[in-house]
């Protein structure tokens, strides 16, 4: 199997190899063959009685120790999956949420409101008086508003509630799924899992779900947090892969996931460009990209994505990255061993996210621009240590147009029909032009090739007519690949979709169409799509899961993905994952999750490894919706 | 002839020699496809606790093979081509369980095959140079080697601590 598609990637694995470095891809060679229990979900570590396993051949142990069956020790490893997913997911939103209550106060005076009319916005759907109230007191009240999601209450999830449509929360009443605390739901996952508590599989899978629905709600309040502090993203161009590190310059990777610490440091990096020069780099610093923070700075300011997920030990090997700065998630420890071969420094700067072998420097919101000085002075240091023998920098960059927030969609929709911005869309999907709606979500994943599951399925998909969207790795590997552009559109769109793309790119003053795939954001970003498909349905008077609207996760990797994949399925959409997950040792949960879940909240799971038949699936899944909805 | 000797020392009980020996033997070789399939594909080794430790039990494939000499249908055989393995032709076994009465080690268990119980028998996986359950072993407990090269290890490992006693 080849490793990646990305040619950048495929040079820097040559000199992987060459240098005896060994990667993502050797490690998981290493690895193999993977433990089978696991692979199917059948092994129990919830007591010390355990390990238990499921013989899933039948002729072994039938139940664990305690009597629990495959399916529902199956259905319990899934449900703590999901509480995992929606603990990063909500722990990025309260980190931002803190920020803000910190800037309320004038104790973090580096994160002032950058967006008054989202700050707003927000605070209106939240039911936040406003009258009159100054922006610092109001930026205090949304953010008390945040962390109350977090605490006991006896109401639902205001960012849940208040964000999705009227037939959603009756259907989500209707099955007890309806999470009052974001953390109190996380703590419920791991207590019905726990030792002699629920063994029915499908209330353990309904606790997912409500535990999902809560990682939904974490989701939209940092995407909204996060707007508010740093901007709401506008349409943007920028070049992507690792041919944007430069030799002349100091090169510094943000890496991981929340804008709290990236944001500010392009926002000091610009005020350092001399201190960087006085060094002896003409070319000044270069802030590049990695993961989900590199989708964050690319939305809001055009910094170029250099790689994305499991190409990111592979920056380093270029020789001129002088540091990678992470936050949390998606950070391999690995990046540590790497850089030993290397002067790259890795600075962790998060309390709950050190890695042995890197520089910790402590980032305190209270003095941010102070500490985004100190982690970028140990770039320009490092860059002094450079070994000119190992500098080898993949001569591939592609362009990228990236932005599109639900507000730019809107924005660019309001172009075509002022009084009424969503009608274009609508009518555009009625006649056909426009067959349904993809948004691809999540990460890349080792056993499979590079972003080989994202190009099969967006091409499939595009000559199909379907709309696509794109958040997180999945967006960056259509921006290394040179998807996110009008070019691509001509390239790869059906008549009637090219024909859409092009006018609305016309309406909005490009010169040429928009770009085939949407960039709509990070990964936590994905309830920026969920924003567009539920104003559509409400404009419809129908609900989610009547809309001929899918999500892909052609290479999935992260408990994030989990998640994220449950609370669309809740929404009512088809969900393609093209990696298997480990529930096939659960055969009724396996069938609730791929089948029948679809008579409860409407969406279901499509497990398909190719993504030439991933595309037929999702095809036929778009025209069932269009057929039940008579077009 | 190589053989497939234990490390008892390194076997953590994991069972997955189990599961790769179930999948080689199933029609679709693959794990995740494997457990769907009816009849179910069947082991041909066993994990087994004893004296408080795992020890994986294997067809020893013995020169002198009991289950070969009890079979009276025939079924039963020792593979020249294969450097003498002993297997196993489903078609000819009549489903009497000699073998299995016989088999010092009880390695012999049973199978559907074409809606018939038949006996299941190591077959030293005859589409690979390893077999699947060496493979398989995480540990590397499970060595498969001919006995002259196993015996050399466990001298050189003795010498090794004589050597180290004497100081």
Redesign the interface.
């Known amino acids: 199997m080849e490793r990646s598609l990305d040619i950048a990637s495929r040079t820097m694995l040559e000199v992987a190899q060459r240098r005896g470095i060994t990667t993502v891809w050797d490690r998981f060679q290493a690895q193999q063959?993977q433990?089978?229990?696991g692979?199917?979900g059948l092994c129990c570590r919830m007591c010390l009685q355990g390990p238990c396993?499921i013989?899933?051949?039948?002729?072994?142990p039938r139940t664990g120790t305690c009597g629990a069956s495959a399916d529902t020790i199956v259905a319990r490893n899934l449900a703590r999956m999901i509480a995992a997913g929606t603990a990063s997911h909500s722990g990025h939103a309260k980190h931002l949420a803190y920020t803000m209550l910190k800037a309320s106060r004038g104790e973090a005076p580096d994160y002032p409101v950058k967006d008054e009319a989202k700050l707003r916005a927000v605070a209106t759907r939240l039911g936040i008086p406003l009258d009159g109230k100054e922006t610092q007191t109001l930026m205090g009240d949304v953010a008390a508003a945040a962390l109350a999601e977090f605490s006991e209450k006896e109401t639902p999830l205001a960012w849940a509630a208040t964000t999705v449509t009227p037939g959603r929360v009756q259907t989500f009443l209707k099955y007890g799924v309806v999470p009052t605390s974001i953390d109190g739901v996380v703590a419920e996952v791991m207590h019905r899992t726990t030792y002699g508590t629920d063994a029915d599989p499908v209330n353990i899978l309904l606790g997912g779900v409500k535990c999902a629905l809560a990682d939904y709600a974490g989701m939209h309040m940092a995407t909204d947090l996060a707007d508010i502090l740093f901007g709401v993203p506008k349409p943007v161009v920028a070049r992507a892969n690792l041919g944007v590190l430069k030799a002349d310059a100091v090169n510094i990777a943000l890496h991981g996931h929340n804008p709290v610490l990236s944001d500010v440091i392009v926002q000091v990096a610009s005020e350092m460009q001399e201190e960087a020069r006085a060094a002896g780099a003409a070319g000044g610093l270069n802030l590049v990209g990695i993961c989900c923070t590199g989708n964050e700075v690319l939305m809001r300011h055009g910094i170029p994505p250099a790689t994305h997920s499991v190409s990111q030990e592979l920056a380093i090997l270029t020789g001129v990255l002088d540091a990678m700065v992470v936050d949390y998630q998606c950070i391999m420890p690995s990046l540590a061993n790497v850089a030993e071969c290397y002067h790259t420094r890795i600075v962790t700067t998060m309390p709950i996210s050190k890695i042995p072998g890197a520089r910790h420097v402590e980032f305190r919101e209270g003095h941010a621009r102070a500490s985004a000085r100190e982690i970028i002075r140990l770039a320009i240091d490092a860059y002094g240590r450079r070994d000119p023998a190992k500098v080898n920098i993949p001569d591939h960059t592609s362009t990228a147009l990236a932005g599109f927030s639900s507000e730019t969609i809107l924005g660019a929709l309001a172009a075509v029909n002022k009084e009424d911005p969503l009608k274009p869309l609508i009518d555009n999907i009625v006649s056909g032009n426009i067959l349904g709606v993809c948004l691809f979500a999540g990460c890349n994943n080792v056993r499979v090739t590079q972003d080989s599951g994202f190009l099969t399925l967006a091409k499939e998909l595009a000559r199909e007519n379907v709309l696509l969207l794109a958040t997180g790795c999945g967006a960056g590997a259509y921006a290394r690949h040179g998807l996110l552009t009008s070019d691509a559109a001509r390239e790869y769109a059906g008549p009637g979709l090219a024909e859409v793309l092009g006018a609305v790119g016309q309406a909005v003053g490009l010169d040429s169409s928009l770009p085939l795939i949407l960039h709509m954001g990070s990964c936590v970003d994905n309830t920026r799509a969920a924003d567009v498909a539920v104003a559509v349905a409400n404009k419809l008077g129908v609900d989610l899961d009547k809309l001929p609207v899918v999500a892909s996760a052609p290479e999935a990797t992260t408990e994030k993905a989990i998640a994220i994949g449950t609370w669309a399925v809740a929404a009512g959409l088809p969900v393609h994952v093209g990696v298997?997950p480990p529930v096939?040792?659960g055969p009724m949960v396996t069938k609730v999750l791929t089948e029948e879940v679809k008579d409860l909240f409407g969406g279901y799971f499509i497990v398909e490894p190719d993504p030439k038949a991933a595309a037929k699936k999702l095809v036929e899944a778009i025209r069932e919706r269009r057929s039940g909805l008579g077009i | 002839m190589k053989h497939i000797f234990v490390r008892l020392d390194r076997c953590t009980g994991?069972?997955?020699c189990?599961?790769?020996c179930?999948?080689e033997h199933s029609a679709s070789k693959e794990?995740?496809t494997?457990?769907?399939e009816t009849p179910?594909?069947?082991?041909r080794l066993y994990v087994e606790s004893g004296d408080g430790r795992s020890v994986p039990i294997l067809c020893r494939h013995c020169d002198d093979a009991p289950c070969l000499a009890a079979c009276l249908s025939g079924a039963i055989y020792r593979d020249r081509a294969r450097e003498g393995v002993v297997v196993q032709r489903a078609d000819k076994c009549i489903g009497c369980w000699t073998c299995i009465m016989v088999c010092p080690y009880g390695v012999i268990?049973r199978r559907l095959d074409g809606g018939r119980w038949v006996a299941a028998k190591c077959d030293r996986c005859p589409d690979r140079a390893i077999p699947a359950c060496v493979?398989?072993c995480?540990t590397k407990a499970l060595v498969y080697a001919e006995p002259e090269e196993w015996a050399r290890m466990a001298r050189r490992t003795v010498a090794t601590t004589l050597a180290g006693q004497e100081g």
């Not at chain 2, 179910?40 to 082991?43: G, L, Q, S």
């Open positions: 063959p433990c089978g229990f692979l199917t396993r013989d899933p051949f039948g002729e072994g298997v096939l040792g | 994991c069972r997955e189990e599961l790769a179930a999948v794990l995740l494997a457990i769907f179910p594909p069947r082991k268990g493979e398989a995480p």
